[in-house]
């Protein structure tokens, strides 16, 4: 087991990608911290439509160490809160995921500001505040980890004008994380995912769903598993003297550029 004593907080952790991060991580050895707005997995129009046991449950009913913090990531003082319930119950942190997100579709002409303040608030300032109330406890680590869940749209427009922007900022915020961390060997890295079958697809129709499919030059769309894999391997040793990259898991979808 590669995680072994490393203690992770995984935002957004109850469904899909997120899910996919926490059991991962646990399966290697990982205590984990689910921090999220729901303890019920979201059930998909499209995918994950089945009911499943919530994640933390999951990882103690597999001889694990696991918890649920409710938390609302784009409140600074609930992250803080979490991040220190983390520390206290679980005896540090070594490992933060950056990973809640939130798509809210529509052109400039169809997305209200309370729209555009709510997918900022989730898909970047969450991931300051988090960071920014993270760091100590990271610099106390042996292997601190800060691992930001971009996109594909970090690099292009796509997904609506909230979605681009966000998504850009956070990969850039990784950078940024990366060059300060750096002397306290903590590593900051994004993954950067392509499309991924989780409830967050919701909002497409079936034939924009076959437009993605073609879009994806490997012949199956990505499972929470796959991104969750890549985050195992940022976060273990093997990755120490990685720092501020953008790792696509996208089924080849960015190689055409
Ligand atoms: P899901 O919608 O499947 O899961 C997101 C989870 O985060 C849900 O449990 C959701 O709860 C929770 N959440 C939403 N808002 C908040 C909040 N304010 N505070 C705490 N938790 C919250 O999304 P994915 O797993 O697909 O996405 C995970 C990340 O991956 C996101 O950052 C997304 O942008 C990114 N991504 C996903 C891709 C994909 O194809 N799936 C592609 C590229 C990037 P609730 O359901 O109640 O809102």
Not at 176 to 188: C, H, K
């Given at each position: 087991m590669r995680l072994e004593k490393r203690v992770a907080l995984v935002t957004g952790g109850s469904s899909g990608i997120g899910r996919g991060i926490a059991l991962e991580l646990a399966a290697e050895g990982a205590a984990v911290a689910v921090a999220d707005v729901r303890e019920e997995p979201k059930r998909g129009k499209y995918h994950e439509r089945d009911p499943s046991t919530p994640t933390a449950e999951q990882i103690v009913q597999a001889g694990g160490r696991a918890l649920h913090l409710p938390c609302d990531v784009s409140d600074e003082a609930q992250v803080r809160a979490a991040i220190e319930a983390t520390v206290d119950r679980l005896g540090g942190l070594d490992i933060l995921v950056n990973n809640a997100g939130i798509l809210i579709p529509g052109t400039s002409q169809e997305i209200s500001p309370a729209d555009w303040r709510a997918v900022l608030g989730v898909d970047l300032h969450a991931v300051f505040y988090a960071t920014r109330s993270a760091v100590p406890h990271l610099k106390k680590s042996r292997a601190g980890r800060i691992i930001n869940i971009a996109s594909v749209q970090s690099f292009g427009g796509g997904g609506g004008p909230a979605y681009a922007a966000a998504k850009g900022g956070a990969l850039n915020l990784t950078r940024?994380?990366?060059?300060?961390?750096?002397?306290?060997?903590?590593?900051?890295n994004a993954i950067c995912p392509g499309y991924i079958e989780t409830p967050i697809q919701d909002y497409l129709s079936e034939e924009q769903i076959e437009a993605c499919r073609r879009r994806t030059p490997l012949p199956r769309f990505g499972l929470p598993r796959d991104v969750a894999r890549a985050a195992v391997f940022l976060a273990s040793d093997d990755a120490e003297w990685i720092t501020g990259v953008a790792l696509p898991v996208d089924g080849g979808w960015l190689a055409g550029f």
């Open positions: 940024d994380s990366a060059l300060e961390l750096a002397p306290f060997g903590i590593t900051v």
